[in-house]
């Protein structure tokens, strides 16, 4: 999805408020989820309304939270450690180093196999009860895994992701991964938004359409057949041409680098000049385009698996799932495996 001059017009469409939200956990993959939103093709607007039970009201915005809300029960205890990914040998802000090794358990394995249970429902309507719910559960985790790969901190195991470096904001205390998961955009949207999340919203769409465009032109531009690797999806998501989650972890680790852990000093407060680092000008306000990137982003996949060009019917891709068999695995979604 190339952008042109102007975006999707966001005055039409309707937008989960956010103003009582107080979280990362629920703030940040909602504005993700938003953006989105904005650029799903009316026809992928209405499959992904189909899929949602109705009290998400067709909005990607509030499904995607979802993740976070059931990590306590036993049905999907498989799923907390796909959202991050760890790699060996990295030790921000020395050295950012990520060489992508399968394991079968990250974000970026999960976002391959719930791009997989897309795509195969798509070329087969699912018709039970309990293939209409895994449809459901593998859209929510594909948008929630979505923003997870573009936090930073997602993409390092450095302190465990900065969950073990303490840190000060103003006279609290928190950690690294808390500054990132939710208190930069909660004093930016404060600060610059007057507390407005849904200012803070128009404002992440007037800069993608302006001061990001020669960038954001390019934001689902990859090569898939660099970011496949050694994975049992690596066939049945091929033809899906912007799904590239080794190269955004990639982008994403170096950032840990270049800002996230530049400094680091427990007793340093991060509400100052850190703060105003990563969300302001200096630093093409970073914070607010790595959730632009991550919507733009899953948009273009799910226009591509729900409205491409060429009409499933005609895709290959039908042609090459045909003969192929469905297994278990040892958690609640099931994959396609070549046979």
Known sequence: MRFSSTLIAAASLSLLSVNSVHGYGILGHTLTGQVAQLFLTPETARQVKEI??????GLL??????????????????????????????NPPESCK??????????????????????????????????????????????????????????????????????KWGRAKTSLHRI??????????????DNNPKAYLDNMV??????????????????????QGDNPWSESTKLITKLCPMEWAREMNQLDCM???KDYDSMRDYSGEYFEGVTGE?????????IAMSGVRMAAILNEIYDPPVPHSRNPLREELKDETIVDVPYNLRIVKQG
């Open 52 to 57: 949602l039970s109705p009290y998400y009201g």
């Open 61 to 90: 915005s509030k499904a995607a939270p979802w993740p976070d809300t059931i990590k306590g029960q036993a049905k999907y205890r498989w799923a907390s450690i796909f959202h991050y990914v760890n790699t060996p040998g990295d």
């Open 98 to 167: 990520f060489e992508y090794a399968f394991s079968g358990h990250d974000v970026v394995n999960g976002l391959f196999n719930m791009t997989s249970q897309l795509l195969k429902y798509k070329l087969a309507e699912p018709i039970t009860p309990e293939d209409k719910s895994t449809r459901e559960d593998a859209l929510r985790f594909f948008v929630h895994f979505m923003g997870d790969v573009h936090q930073p901190l997602h993409a390092s195991g450095k302190e465990r992701g900065g969950n073990n470096a303490p840190a």
């Open 180 to 193: 990132w998961d939710g208190q930069l955009i909660l004093k930016d949207i404060k600060d610059r938004f």
């Open 206 to 227: 007037d800069m993608t359409n302006n001061v990001w465009l020669p960038e954001a032109s390019n934001w689902t531009y990859c090569t898939p057949e660099k970011n």
């Open 259 to 261: 800002f996230v852990w």
């Open 282 to 290: 200096k630093n093409n306000y970073l914070v607010q385009k790595l």
